[in-house]
């Protein structure tokens, strides 16, 4: 049996993204060519509702299973679409998805996500997850604000994984998505190592095969030819962060081919491409004949191996180094709201003028010290406070598995 899959991150952000509607509109026609014969498909950044029932609409007759992972103030972005029935769904919003406050930058309202569709396949049960991490807005470390949320976001996809794919009831584990991580990224080596989920691009057996058009590096975001993408500092030649891993009870399943690929679409005058990524494709073969993999109690395995211990701790420390910041910044949110309580109450110059400029002008002073001060106790004694407890709940976790003592309260 072989299966085909494709992920995209479509870029379907309404009122930023460029030409949606003739990039969709190509997508759909991409996927109504005879020579596509994809499986399953997984999508992110589809924000608007209606545009996934248009697309669902479109290739209803060629996947009539279709699902779309509802979270957040617009949706998470991700659905997907099989050929094959699709017998049961589940999903896990992030615990930590990036700040409220930081409005250009969205994650928050997105309400990332993981999302869980078993597609059953000539009585094969294979669940198939689609996610969408937090984006990475600053490309190098010591500037990440959210590393300590990507890493946590890795870890709960982990343990979601982990509770829904359980080697009694699933057959094939796949994961594919928008990772916003790289190969070598702390985040990536957790999920791998952990999971001990193979790399389609890394492990294929036709190494040689590729889309022509895009070639054999396996970059799919940042790509410098890429007319949507905004270039930076650290662009390079672009980035691997979309994935297709994989995952089957009985070792029975190998990847044939995978490799980036819809880049520019054909014979479109106006230079037109399917989106600011790559999609990826892999080719999958099982072995329906290979026999059943003698399943082992939970307190025989492992629990991970000294390379996974070793990711674990260094995940550990990056998380305690994000507590750290918190506290920093509660002390900071202290300070600053002490400083408008002195202005507010001590700096209203002489209250005897009448005149329109002082009123207006202490008018708007207080009001703005008042929010101010407002939003300065809502960090201290809400928004940091939470995430914090977030953070340790991973970082406690995370050292059960390594079965250490000390844990984070």
Known sequence: MQLRILTLNLWGVR??????????????????????????????????????????????????????????????????????????????????????????????????????????????????????????????????????????QAYELIQFIESTSSAETTHLTILLGDLNLTSTDLGFQLIRGVLQLRDCFLDRINKDVCDPTVGNNGMTCDLPDNPYVVPHVHQGDGERIDYILFRARNDNVRCVEAYPTLHKVPNNSSGLYYSDHLAVYALLEVDETAPERIIKPLEDVKIADEQTQEILRSACIVIEETIQRIQRQRLYCAIGAFILVFILFLINGNPLTNSYIYTTFTIMKNLLCIIGIAVCVWFICLGKPVERNALSAVQNAMRVRLRAAHFTF
Not at 42 to 52: A, C, F, N, R
Not at 127 to 150: E, K
């Open 15 to 152: 009122y930023l993204a460029k030409l949606i509607d003739q990039r969709i509109q190509a997508f759909v026609k991409h996927l109504h060519d005879t020579d596509t014969k994809y499986d399953i498909i997984g999508l992110q950044e589809v924000w608007s509702k209606t545009d996934y029932m248009y697309i669902r609409e479109q290739i209803k007759n060629i996947y009539p299973h279709s699902y779309y992972f509802l979270s957040g103030l617009f949706g998470s972005g991700c659905c997907i679409f099989s050929k094959h029935p699709i017998i049961g769904v589940y999903q896990h919003l992030y615990t930590l998805n990036g700040f409220p406050h930081k409005i250009q930058h969205g994650d928050y309202f997105a309400g990332k996500l993981i999302g869980l569709c078993k597609i059953l396949i000539n009585n094969f049960v294979v669940n198939v997850y689609n996610t969408h991490l937090h984006a990475n807005y600053h490309h190098v470390i010591p500037q990440d604000i959210y590393l300590g949320h990507r890493v946590c």
